[in-house]
Structure formats: C-alpha cells, structure tokens
C-alpha cells in the first residue's frame, strides 16, 4: 500500500513536471534557453547524472553537441559521432528511442565517461525530419523505465512542436524583413530614372541585407547576333566586365536567355556549364551559389539579372530566385519606361523642331501681307539683309508691322534658332529698364534676392529687339552705345563682364531724327542702330492693301473661331478703304476680328463694323451710294432716275461750291472747271 502510494506520487510529481516543463517551454522563443530547460528537465525527473542534446551538423553526416551536462569539455570537442555510429547515431539513423540498461553490453556504446552504465536516446525532429538526438545517461544500472521513456518521448515531441514554431517564426521574420525591405528598395526608386543609379541602388541593399558578393545586368549588345554583354556590374572590376561577352544558349547566362527561366546553382565551383567568362578569381575553398534570373518586357526576354550569394541550401537558394525574379521584374519595368522616356523626350525634340518651323512659317515673309509699290520695296530690302548683322531700325507709326518685320528678319537670318527677344522700352518704368536690360547679380540691391539675367543676356546668340527705343532715357542710351560698342556688359552689382552675341533690331514711331537734331536722342547710337533704315508707310498711305489686308484678316480669324464668314460686302469694303487707320494694320485687324464674331452671315455688312468708321465726314461716297441705292430701288422714280440723281447731284455740287467762294461766280466756275455760261443757266434752273 504504501510502495503503490510512494509510486503514485512520484507520477504526479513527474506530470506536474511536464506540464511545468511545457508551460515554460511554450513561453520562450529562444532555441538555447529552451534546450538548455529541456536537458535540465529531463535530468531532474529521470534522475540521470549527465546528459546531451545533438544536432546534425549541415554540411556533414556528423552529429554535433549543441548542449550537454556533466561531461569536460576536451572530452566532447574531441568527439566526432557519425550517423549511424554509437547508439546515439543508431537512434539518429532509425529514428526509434532506445534504452541501454548496462552499457558494458551494448556493443555500439561509445563511453563518454568511464562510470556511465546505462544510457536513454530519443530522437528530435522538425518539421517531420530528425534534426537531432536527446540522451541521458546514468551512473546506475537498469537506471531508466520504460514509463520514462514514455514521458521523454512526449516531452520530445513537444520541443519538436517549438523548434517548428520557432523554426517558421524565423522564417515568417526573414521573409518579413525581406518584405520590407523589397518595399524599402522599390519605393525608394519610384522616382528614380537612372539605370545605373537604380542598379546600384539595389545591389548595396541587397549586399547590406541579402548576402549578395556580386552582380551584374546583361543586356543585348546587338540582337541580330545574338550577344549580349554585361552593361552595369557589382563588384565587378572594368576589365572583368569587358570580358563578360554572352551568346544566346552559351552558358548559365545564355541559358536563361534561351529559356526564359531563371537558374540557381548550389555551388558554382561544382557547376560545369559555368563558363567564367569573365575570369572572376574566386576562392576554390568557399563554396558560393548563383542565381540568374531573365529580364523581361512584355515577356520578351531582353537580358539577364544574375547574381552571386554566400552559399545556400536548396531551399533558401529557391526563395532567394523569388526575390531576384521580383527585383528582375522591377528593373525590366524601369528600363522599359526609361526606354519610353527616351523616346517621348525624342518626340518631343522632334515636335520642337516642327513647332520651330511652324514658328518660321509664322513669321516668314508669306504672312506679311501687301503689294503697295512701298511695301514692295521693303520686303526686298529686309529680304536682301536679314542674313547679316547689320543693326537695323525701323520706323513707323503704331500698328504699322514693325514687330513683325523684325521677328521676319530674325526667323529668316541664320540666328533663327536662337533667341528673339524683345523689350519694349517705353512700357518699362525708367526705374527697372536698366537691370531688365543689362540684368544684376544677387544683393545688387534690396529685393535683387537671385542672379537675374538681362535681355542683352537672354537674346545671347539670338536677337535683341529695342522696341520703342526713341522713349529710352538718354543715361541708358550711353550704356547701350557701350555695350554694343564693347560686345559685353555688365550687370547691376557684377564686377565680371559678360560677352554678348547679339543682333540688334530697333523700332520706334517716334521722329528719331528730329529728335537727334534737338538733342534728345544720342547721334552716336543712333548712327549705330540705324546701319539699316526701314520705313513703313502709315496704312492710309497704302488703301490699295487695305482690301487684301482685311481678307486675309477675315480668313485669320474665321479659322481661329470657326466661323463661315468669307469676306466683306461692297459697302463694307468701302467703309474700310475709306477709313483713316489712325491705329493703322493693328486697328484694321481688330476691326476684322470683332466683325467676323459678329457676322451672322458669310458676308461681313456695315452693320458689322463699328459706327465711328461710318461717320467720319469725308465719306461721301457712303451717303450717295446710300442715297442712291434707296432710289433705284424706290418705283416713284421709274424714267426719270438718271435725271432725278444727277440734278440733286449737280445742284448740290453749285451751292457748295457758291458757298465756298462766296458767290463769285467767276471763282467758282473756274474752280469747277466748267463755262461760266454754264454755271448761271444751271444757277437760274435750280434756283439757288
Ligand atoms: N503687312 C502685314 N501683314 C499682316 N499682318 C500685319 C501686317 N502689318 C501688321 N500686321 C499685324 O498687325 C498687328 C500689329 O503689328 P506690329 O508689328 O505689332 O506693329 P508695330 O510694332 O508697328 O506697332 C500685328 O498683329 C501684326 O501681325
Ligand atoms: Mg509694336
């Protein structure tokens, strides 16, 4: 009764130390402190003197000591245990516990101290495979149970349990990290258009955190032949690269080329069909892995990202192509919009180059419309000299077409692909003039916050065009003279002088000349911008343009607003001819414009235009075409229309003329350029 008492006890005692051990166990993730709990466990409830925890060594078919009690040191490093030697090696081997109750007849036994008798092994697994062995042993014989194998074998598989958790932990950990640091890489470079700044970028990393020695990006040299060669290399020497020449189906390289599959190699010094291109000397002694995965756009393969890791097993060689594959996709995706890029910024240099000659074709000599004899002669003269240097001065009136003649002169000299630039000098506050034209340097003065550059500056290589020059202020005038006497200026602040190319345009509709005579404009720089003279007749000095001016105006600004209106009616030309243009062609296009908004039909009339042109007194053209439009049209004066008009014509022609010469008769016949006679017998019919 009492031995059955004493029994039961103890059971209890050594469950309660299971669940003990188990609750413990459970609580920890680290491998070495939970062995070490396990070994101590399992030595208080088995009651074992010394005991040992072995794992299989990786690259060998040796078990290696990973934890012991109650052994020297030298003894255990100067132990080897091969698998399937001694009975700790059986039990690896076959994977069943064992107990030896009296080692002295265990032919297998190898003693590790000499008073062990008896001896307990029970294999540990992971994840479904042995990973190592447990024993304790005894200085006693017959020292271990049956029962407490049992309770071993239990407590066993539950670290196995942990050694998985803790196993997939730090797997779930590294691939969390890998994550993150995939995520790290490939937002860092979101922006980032730089090929060798992005491979780079991604081999530090991944040397930092993923165990790569070296790398290298093959790409197609020429894929009519097949070759592809290295284009950015990591811990790659120049003349390593060079070497590194690839043919499709040639090597690891071009095998994945051929096959579009990525490749890994355990050990590349194992690897036969690595060709070494290019001569990497490499330590035969250190095993390394490979892995070259293709690069793809649109699942054509157009090269290789291929890398070189510190060695690894099938297993993390299999995820660490995972990655590459991910990294290889990113890097395809960044040179296939590079590639876009390019070819967008060569689309675009080519719509410059085609909006460059759209800007000729607007300013070209075609769009300046006239064939008055005067402008005739201009066009031949600006023709004659817009491919030279000579600074030219034009002259006219507001509205005339100076500005568009200089940007003529400029698109058809040879400085057309350079700047033009124009200022105009009289819509500048004095006070800012200067430093728009010559420009300053930073702290030039308050406010002057950057550099800012001057029109001089600016139009460098180009032209310059001085628009309404007659209103500079005289101080400016001498500095303009030295700037294009000198071919440099200097800006507000600088002490350097700065070299200028320019050609030099001026306009004014000012009398520059008479204020030359009067003292107020300098006749040293008016002799230097007036090489050539060029003078634009006033529009009421050239009516015969005004109708294909005004045509060309309707057609202008009926395309812009797609409108149908073609041209102008009879009357309405007629009002435009007549009309004094103060504003000259500026006045007439606008006039143009607003009357092809407001036509309803295709015929721009009068009453499209606006009323002050119709007023003007000198139009009498107007109210008789009026006037005589409402009799022809009017039946009461069917048969005797010619005399009707005429008479009234005639009549009112006398009296005016009387009028103005005070009835003298004589004067006013001879002023009329009819008889005397005449003149009374036409009195005396109209009674006047
Ligand atoms: N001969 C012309 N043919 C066509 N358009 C002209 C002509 N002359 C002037 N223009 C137009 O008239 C407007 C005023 O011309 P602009 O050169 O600015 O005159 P300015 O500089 O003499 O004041 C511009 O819209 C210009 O295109
Ligand atoms: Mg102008």
Redesign the pocket.
Known sequence: MEERIKNLEEKVKKLETIQYLTLLLNKSDNLKEILDLFLDKCIEFTGADTGSIMFKDEDSDELNFVNYRGFKKEKIDSIKIKIGEGLTGVVFKEGVPKIVNDVSLNPFYIPLREDIQSEVVVPLFCDNKIIGVLSLDSKKKDAFKEEDLQILITISNFVSLILNKIELYSELEDKIKLKDLLIDLISSLEKSFELDDIFDFIMKKMSENFGIARGMLVTFENEEFNVLSVKKAFNISEDEMQRGIYKVGEGIVGRVVKTGKPISIKNLHEEKEFLNRMQIKRSKNIPISFIAVPLKIEGVVIGVLAVEKKFEDEKTLKESEEILVILSNFIAGKIRNINFLIKERENLIEENVTLKQELYKNYSFN????KNKK?MDIFKLVQSVADSMASIL?L????????????AIHYASSRRDGPFVSINCASIPETLLESELFGYKKGAFTGAATDKKGKFQLANGGTLFL?EIGDMPLYLQAKILRALQEKEIEPLGSETKVKIDIRLIS?T?KPIDLWVKEGKFREDLFYRINVIEIK?PPLRERKD?IPI?AN??VKKYAEKNNRKVRGFSEEALLILQNYKWPG???E??NIVERAVLLCEGSEIGIEDLPDYLRTEEDLPELHISKWIEKIVNNPTYENRVYDFIIENIEKELISKALLKFDRNQLQTSDFLGINRNTLRSKIEKYGI
């Open positions: 769009n300046i419309i006239g402008m034009i006219g009136e507001s509205g005339t077409g100076k500005e568009l003649i200089a940007k628009d306009a509709n634009l343009d001016l060309y105006f000259n062609v500026r007439l296009e």
